[in-house]
């Protein structure tokens, strides 16, 4: 009955947090359209340099506290004190820090408006920090349908403030209300919803004790933010702002429907893997090959079918100014069918090992990274793209061969279980590039609503066709949850 109940969660939670981040990302795409129409590519690429010293920070206030809270049976409140008070404090301590450099940075950059946005950009620091307990405590208790209303009215709220900024002409200041609001409407809902007290002490004691584990999570997810942004440094400094801005611009609406995926998936997954770590190995590495199998379902396709419509939906989204993006959007938007895969393997390491084999891991990922970085930010921004592209195809192919291990499950059984939707979304790809010049003469808007229609018809029919488990797995899981919550 334990088992039912959590797999009835599991379900429950994925379809609310899938619903919360498909209507999220179709706010965020629709904020961005607008927004990208009224601001320059300079003022994308600024932001793109402040998020880099952002992501950095928000690495280091969590420590990598939040999942080990998650993953430990039963936390105290001593350990929950402990654990606000620690990311309050160095919260605080980078604000002031990261304040310091501003100046520096808008010199660097010769960007004199970083100087007057940082102050205000950086409130993200402690006002996140403000929301990591509830979070944890929201997570761990499944309730993801009471985080999934309050990311998605956060969403729209700072979304809408930000497509009337930027209309009244604020610039590069309609980005930075976004985000910030973004962020504090989520701390007060928390607080506001769950206004949680306690008499608990804050100690050090616990912190040390949590230490170890968090440690290891924090030099990976350090790396990971610092690697993961710091090509836009350089192409920053190296080419201009505008061309940072057309990349940062393809990565953001690459990101969209891969960090959706991911983050509904990921979010109820770890903890639910973290309750069956001890679990029967065979059903552990079943639950594994059955999230992938679903995962590269869905991203397969939208991601080559992203690559196959780019052109004329940048063209009608986007206008002319920004077709420049067009060619990194689709080398990045092949990173987004290696990525998902990647981080549902790192879920894998982060239950069942003790979280020294993560670091090493990053380090060789990072060396590998070094490597690529070195050879193609001199080469253009282009070569950037291509670089990263290849990147996430080798951390899948190492967090992949990790998990593994763990799993005691082979390559072959993993191949299997992609490889189907991976030829069935490639042949989706085909039919829609030869289709082209049939279509050429019809009106941009059509044209773009028969590609989509195509792409979905020709996947859908495939996998029908050929009985894909994975399609068989998805309507099996859509229906039990609709019949449990009839």
Same mark, same amino acid.
């Given at each position: 009955?334990?088992?039912?109940?959590?797999?009835?969660?599991?379900?429950?939670?994925?379809?609310?947090?899938?619903?919360?981040?498909?209507?999220?990302?179709?706010?965020?795409?629709?904020?961005?359209?607008?927004?990208?129409?009224?601001?320059?590519?300079?003022?994308?690429?600024?932001?793109?340099?402040?998020?880099?010293?952002?992501?950095?920070?928000?690495?280091?206030?969590?420590?990598?506290?939040?999942?080990?809270?998650?993953?430990?049976?039963?936390?105290?409140?001593?350990?929950?004190?402990?654990?606000?008070?620690?990311?309050?404090?160095?919260?605080?301590?980078?604000?002031?820090?990261? $304040?310091?450099?501003? %100046?520096?940075?808008?010199? /660097?950059? !010769?960007? &004199? =408006?970083?100087?007057?946005?940082?102050? +205000?950009?950086?409130?993200?620091?402690?006002?996140?920090?403000?929301?990591?307990?509830?979070?944890?405590?929201?997570?761990?208790?499944?309730?993801?349908?009471?985080?999934?209303?309050?990311?998605?009215?956060?969403?729209?709220?700072?979304?809408?403030?930000?497509?009337?900024?930027?209309?009244?002409?604020?610039?590069?200041?309609?980005?930075?209300?976004?985000?910030?609001?973004?962020?504090?409407?989520?701390?007060?809902?928390?607080?506001?919803?769950?206004?949680?007290?306690?008499?608990?002490?804050?100690?050090?004691?616990?912190?040390?004790?949590?230490?170890?584990?968090?440690?290891?999570?924090?030099?990976?997810?350090?790396?990971?933010?610092?690697?993961?942004?710091?090509?836009?440094?350089?192409?920053?400094?190296?080419?201009?702002?505008?061309? $940072?801005?057309?990349? %940062?611009?393809?990565?953001? /609406?690459? !990101?969209? &429907? =891969?960090?959706?995926?991911?983050?509904? +998936?990921?979010?109820?997954?770890?903890?639910?893997?973290?309750?069956?770590?001890?679990?029967?190995?065979?059903?552990?590495?079943?639950?594994?090959?059955?999230?992938?199998?679903?995962?590269?379902?869905?991203?397969?396709?939208?991601?080559?079918?992203?690559?196959?419509?780019?052109?004329?939906?940048?063209?009608?989204?986007?206008?002319?100014?920004?077709?420049?993006?067009?060619?990194?959007?689709?080398?990045?938007?092949?990173?987004?069918?290696?990525?998902?895969?990647?981080?549902?393997?790192?879920?894998?390491?982060?239950?069942?090992?003790?979280?020294?084999?993560?670091?090493?891991?990053?380090?060789?990922?990072?060396?590998?990274?070094?490597?690529?970085?070195?050879?193609?930010?001199?080469?253009?921004?282009?070569?950037?793209?291509?670089?990263?592209?290849?990147?996430?195809?080798?951390?899948?192919?190492?967090?992949?061969?990790?998990?593994?291990?763990?799993?005691?499950?082979?390559?072959?059984?993993?191949?299997?279980?992609?490889?189907?939707?991976?030829?069935?979304?490639?042949?989706?790809?085909?039919?829609?590039?030869?289709?082209?010049?049939?279509?050429?003469?019809?009106?941009?808007?059509?044209?773009?609503?028969?590609?989509?229609?195509?792409?979905?018809?020709?996947?859908?029919?495939?996998?029908?066709?050929?009985?894909?488990?994975?399609?068989?797995?998805?309507?099996?899981?859509?229906?039990?949850?609709?019949?449990?919550?009839?």
């Amino acid at each position: 009955m334990a088992a039912e109940r959590l797999e009835h969660k599991v379900v429950s939670g994925v379809a609310w947090s899938f619903s919360e981040k498909l209507l999220s990302m179709v706010v965020q795409m629709v904020v961005s359209i607008v927004v990208a129409r009224q601001l320059a590519p300079d003022d994308f690429g600024i932001m793109a340099i402040m998020t880099f010293f952002t992501s950095v920070a928000l690495a280091i206030v969590d420590s990598g506290f939040s999942q080990t809270l998650i993953r430990k049976p039963h936390p105290t409140d001593t350990e929950y004190r402990s654990v606000l008070g620690f990311n309050v404090v160095v919260s605080l301590v980078l604000y002031v820090v990261f $304040l310091a450099v501003s %100046s520096p940075l808008a010199t /660097l950059y !010769d960007a &004199p =408006v970083i100087r007057d946005i940082a102050p +205000v950009l950086f409130l993200v620091l402690p006002i996140n920090s403000l929301c990591v307990v509830q979070t944890v405590m929201f997570t761990r208790e499944f309730r993801f349908a009471l985080l999934a209303k309050i990311v998605f009215f956060s969403t729209l709220l700072s979304g809408i403030v930000a497509v009337v900024m930027a209309v009244a002409g604020c610039g590069i200041w309609s980005l930075v209300a976004q985000r910030l609001l973004m962020m504090g409407l989520k701390a007060a809902a928390f607080w506001w919803i769950r206004r949680w007290r306690t008499s608990a002490p804050f100690s050090l004691a616990s912190l040390r004790a949590m230490a170890p584990f968090s440690l290891r999570l924090l030099a990976t997810d350090l790396i990971a933010s610092i690697y993961n942004n710091v090509a836009q440094l350089f192409i920053g400094k190296m080419h201009s702002t505008s061309a $940072l801005g057309y990349y %940062s611009q393809a990565q953001k /609406l690459k !990101d969209l &429907p =891969v960090t959706s995926a991911v983050q509904a +998936v990921q979010g109820v997954t770890y903890p639910a893997l973290a309750k069956l770590a001890d679990e029967d190995d065979d059903k552990f590495a079943a639950g594994y090959m059955r999230i992938v199998r679903l995962l590269s379902f869905i991203i397969f396709p939208v991601m080559l079918g992203l690559v196959a419509i780019a052109p004329d939906m940048f063209m009608l989204l986007l206008g002319q100014r920004w077709m420049p993006t067009v060619p990194y959007f689709e080398i990045l938007a092949l990173s987004g069918m290696a990525y998902p895969l990647a981080m549902v393997s790192y879920n894998i390491l982060k239950v069942r090992s003790n979280g020294g084999v993560i670091v090493r891991l990053e380090v060789v990922k990072r060396v590998v990274m070094t490597a690529i970085l070195c050879y193609t930010i001199p080469r253009g921004v282009e070569s950037v793209a291509w670089g990263m592209t290849a990147m996430a195809f080798v951390e899948f192919s190492i967090n992949s061969a990790a998990a593994l291990r763990y799993l005691s499950l082979s390559v072959v059984a993993l191949l299997a279980n992609t490889l189907p939707q991976l030829v069935l979304a490639a042949a989706m790809f085909v039919a829609l590039y030869l289709a082209e010049p049939y279509i050429a003469t019809l009106t941009l808007g059509l044209r773009l609503l028969v590609e989509v229609a195509a792409g979905v018809a020709i996947y859908a029919s495939g996998a029908y066709i050929f009985r894909l488990r994975a399609m068989n797995e998805a309507l099996a899981l859509l229906r039990g949850y609709i019949s449990k919550s009839a």
